[in-house]
């Protein structure tokens, strides 16, 4: 496996042929991401800036990189990334008279039947996958020479001043990475590309974050009693990565408060709320909303609204 960063693609010594437009967006990035390297970390904050720039890079490299009967897989962070890189090779369709692509999207929003064409082997065109961390770690494509890194993903993250649990933009981690990479070089000499700095990749985090410590602890402990239907403390104080101890009363509190359990301990009960609310899925405050719609006879108000 070679690895390639950003910086390697103004290296003369590639040879990747950048027109002046890409030339100037790679020096831009690469100064971007030299930058947020020298803070303390690798934060989160603008990463959707650099999203529509690493798109076109990656569009121009899998051109050049690319050839027929052999396929380029794109990591990007999430569906707007992969409609825009699609977007972008059916603009060159009239124009690549001498290259045929076929673009294919792997993401769950896209039909089962659509994404199964990325196994299909096909000598006469150069097939582009373009996908999210859903191809990390499930999906190995036999014709893979080349595999192209944004470095982003979306990732689950706890908002503590709203109560709200939102799918941000975030950078991988290392581990990530690494399996990213992985995508090529199984069974024959592969590429990966990574569109950022080794400064920056230095900075990400040795593996993503537990999901436990991203999802409030009240969301945790109702699916836990609903599914286990016995108390849940001792579980939280064993798992590999326990919670903060002195969230878990406010937990108790909120649950109570939402009519969830009897009382404001583990020793409460699951009420009949409780229990439909662990499988409705949503935020605790929404499904308190869609219930109380329900009890109202306006269920399906309270759900659009």
């Not at 124009?95 to 792997?106: D, F, M, Q, S, T």
């Not at 996958?129 to 893979?144: F, G, K």
Request: hydrophobic share 40%.
């Amino acid at each position: 496996l070679k690895e390639y960063y950003l910086n390697d693609l103004l290296s003369k010594r590639l040879n990747i042929q950048l027109g002046h437009a890409e030339q100037k967006n790679v020096a831009k990035l690469i100064k971007s991401f030299d930058q947020k390297a020298s803070l303390s970390g690798s934060s989160n904050s603008g990463i959707s800036s650099f999203s529509e720039s690493q798109c076109k890079i990656a569009f121009h490299l899998s051109r050049v990189v690319g050839v027929p009967g052999r396929s380029v897989l794109i990591f990007v962070d999430g569906i707007n990334a992969i409609y825009n890189i699609v977007s972008m090779f059916d603009q060159i369709k009239t124009r690549a008279a001498n290259k045929e692509y076929l673009v294919i999207p792997i993401h769950s929003h896209i039909p089962h039947e659509e994404q199964m064409a990325a196994f299909d082997i096909n000598k006469n065109v150069i097939k582009i996958v373009v996908a999210t961390n859903s191809a990390e770690s499930s999906i190995t494509l036999p014709d893979c020479d080349n595999v192209i890194c944004l470095g982003t993903e979306k990732r689950i993250e706890y908002n503590a001043t709203k109560h709200q649990v939102c799918l941000v933009p975030a950078w991988i981690s290392k581990a990530s990475a690494t399996q990213r990479a992985g995508r090529t070089a199984r069974i024959r000499p592969g590429t990966v590309w990574r569109m950022y700095t080794k400064s920056l990749h230095d900075k990400f985090d040795p593996f993503d974050p537990p999901e436990i410590l991203q999802t409030p602890l009240d969301h945790i402990i109702l699916r836990l009693r609903a599914m286990l239907n016995r108390p849940v403390v001792s579980i939280l104080e064993n798992v590999i990565t326990s919670p903060d101890s002195s969230q878990i009363q406010p937990a108790f509190d909120s649950l109570h408060r939402l009519s969830f359990f009897s009382e404001p301990s583990d020793n409460g009960e699951l009420t009949t709320e409780g229990t439909l609310a662990a499988t409705i899925g949503l935020d605790l405050s929404l499904c308190k909303l869609v219930i109380h719609g329900i009890r109202l006879g306006v269920g399906r108000e309270a759900a659009c609204i």
